[in-house]
C-alpha cells in the first residue's frame, strides 16, 4: 500500500485515507479583517496575550517573542463569545507561515489576524495528532506550494480549505501519534530551557567574576584569591603577528561562537583566489585574530594553526607564560569587552572597524595566573556542558524531524 507512512504503530495496518485539512476540524477561529485594537505592551497580572505568527512556534506559545498584551474589556471586545481552549490548535497563516502550536491551558488568549485556531471533535480528530500533521514535511510543502506573496508568504482561508493530506482512519492511531510526539515534543523543551537557564547563568557569572567599573576585584571569586587585579593597556599585554608566505595552511575564519575555524565549515561560501594566500598572516593554536567588527566582539581565539585574511590582525600574548587564554577568551566574549570595544572604534554601516590602535588603548584588568587558571577552567567546564546539552537539544530536533517524515504520508 502506497498511502501508509514508512514507521507504523503494532496493531495498526489500514491504509490511511485522503481528507481536506478542513475535515479533521470542526470549527476554525479566524480573525482576519479585524482592525487591530489597542494592546498594552507589558505583562500584567490581568493581561491576555495576543498570539501573533511570531511566538506560535515549535509547537508551543513564546512569551518572550513579540508579546503584547491586552485587558479583559478589549478581550471581551475582541474575541466575543469565542474562547481558545487546552489543547485547540494554533495555525500561522503568514510571516512566517505554517508555525503550529496548541494552547496550553484554559486562560484567555487573543488571536491575531495572521493567527487561526482550530478546533477538533474529539471523537474524530486528536488535537496532538492534527498539531503534528499540521507540521508534517508534506503538509508544508503543500502548504508553501500554494502560499502567495514574496518573501513574506501566506496563504488565504479560501486556499487553505482546498488542501488536502493522508490521514489514519483510526482515531486511536492518531491518539498513539499525537501523544508520541507531545511526549518529544515536551523533551526538547526541557532540554531548550535547560539551557536558557544555563546561559542566563553564565551572563551572571561573567557579570559577578569579572570587574566592574570601578572596581579594583569581581564580586565573586574562588576561595584563596584575594588579591586586586592588576590593570594593563591591551598593548602591554599582546603584540602583532604578521607570519607570511605558508599557503599551504588550511584558510581560517573567524566565528564568534567558535573562534577561528576552517573557512569551509564556516556555512558561507566565500571565495577566495589560492594565488594571494601568500600574503595571508599565519595564525597558531592560542592566538587571536582581530576580525574588524566589534558589534560581536570583535575578537576570536584560534585553537587550529592556518592562514587568514591580511586585512586580519593577529595577536599573540607578550608574555606567554603569565596568561591563560581561556581565561581572555571569555574576556573577549563579555558585553562589557564589547561595549569597550565600542567606545573607541569607528563606525562603518553595519558594525565597527576596529584596528590595533584603538584596541591597544583599553585598560584591561586581569587576575594572577593561578586565578586565570580557575576561572577559565570554570567557564570551560560550563561551556562543555552548555555544548553537549546543544548537542542533545539539536539530535532530538533531528530526530524528531525524521519522524514527522517517517510517520506521516
Avoid: C
Avoid at 603569565?322 to 562603518?348: C, D, N
Amino acid at each position: 500500500m502506497t498511502n501508509v507512512p514508512e514507521i507504523r504503530f503494532k496493531g495498526f495496518a489500514d491504509a490511511w485515507e485522503q481528507r481536506k485539512l478542513v475535515d479533521n476540524v470542526d470549527e476554525i477561529l479566524d480573525f482576519r479583517g479585524k482592525s487591530p485594537a489597542r494592546f498594552d505592551m507589558e505583562w500584567g497580572n490581568k493581561g491576555y496575550l495576543v498570539l501573533s505568527a511570531l511566538n506560535v512556534k515549535d509547537g508551543f506559545i513564546d512569551k518572550t517573542i513579540d508579546a503584547k498584551f491586552g485587558d479583559s474589556e478589549l478581550y471581551n471586545i475582541w474575541m466575543g463569545k469565542k474562547r481558545l481552549k487546552k489543547g485547540d490548535v494554533l495555525f500561522t497563516t503568514e510571516a512566517p507561515l505554517g508555525n503550529v502550536a496548541q494552547i496550553p491551558d484554559n486562560e484567555n488568549y487573543f488571536l491575531n489576524q495572521r493567527v487561526v485556531a482550530f478546533k477538533t471533535n474529539p471523537i474524530k480528530t486528536d488535537n496532538d495528532f492534527l498539531a503534528q500533521l499540521l507540521r508534517s514535511p508534506n503538509a508544508q510543502d503543500l502548504l508553501m506550494a500554494n502560499a502567495t506573496g514574496g518573501t513574506a508568504k501566506g496563504i488565504g482561508m479560501k486556499e487553505f480549505v482546498k488542501l488536502s493530506a493522508h490521514v489514519p482512519i483510526s482515531v486511536d492511531e492518531q491518539r498513539k501519534l499525537g501523544a508520541f510526539f507531545r511526549t518529544l515534543d515536551n523533551t526538547i523543551a526541557i532540554y531548550k530551557r535547560k539551557l536558557e537557564g544555563l546561559r542566563e547563568l553564565k551572563k551572571a557569572y561573567l557579570q559577578m567574576m569579572f570587574p566592574q567599573a570601578g572596581e579594583a576585584a569581581p564580586r565573586i571569586r574562588f576561595a584563596g584569591f584575594d588579591e586586586p587585579w592588576e590593570q594593563k593597556g591591551a598593548n602591554e599585554i599582546f603584540y602583532t603577528v604578521s607570519d607570511k608566505g605558508h599557503s599551504h595552511l588550511p584558510v581560517l575564519s573567524a566565528s564568534q561562537e567558535h573562534g577561528m575555524i576552517l573557512r569551509n565549515e564556516i556555512g558561507i561560501d566565500i571565495k577566495f583566489d589560492r594565488a594571494n594566500t601568500a600574503t595571508y598572516k599565519r595564525v597558531l593554536p592560542g592566538q587571536f585574530v582581530i576580525h574588524l567588527r566589534s558589534f560581536q566582539g570583535g575578537l576570536a581565539y584560534s585553537s587550529i594553526e592556518g592562514i587568514t585574511s591580511p586585512a586580519y590582525t593577529v595577536i599573540d600574548f607578550i608574555e606567554k607564560d603569565k596568561q591563560i587564554p581561556e581565561f581572555w577568551i571569555e574576556v573577549m566574549r563579555s558585553e562589557k569587552f564589547i561595549k569597550m570595544l565600542e567606545s573607541v572604534t569607528y563606525g562603518i554601516r553595519d558594525g565597527r572597524s576596529i584596528s590595533f590602535n584603538d584596541f591597544s588603548i583599553l585598560k584591561m584588568p586581569y587576575p594572577s595566573y593561578d586565578e586565570q587558571m580557575a576561572i577559565g577552567q570554570f567557564f570551560r567546564s560550563l561551556d562543555s556542558y552548555i555544548h553537549r546539552l546543544q548537542s542533545r537539544t539539536n539530535a532530538l530536533a533531528k530526530l524528531k524531524s525524521s519522524y514527522l517524515q517517517k510517520m506521516f504520508t
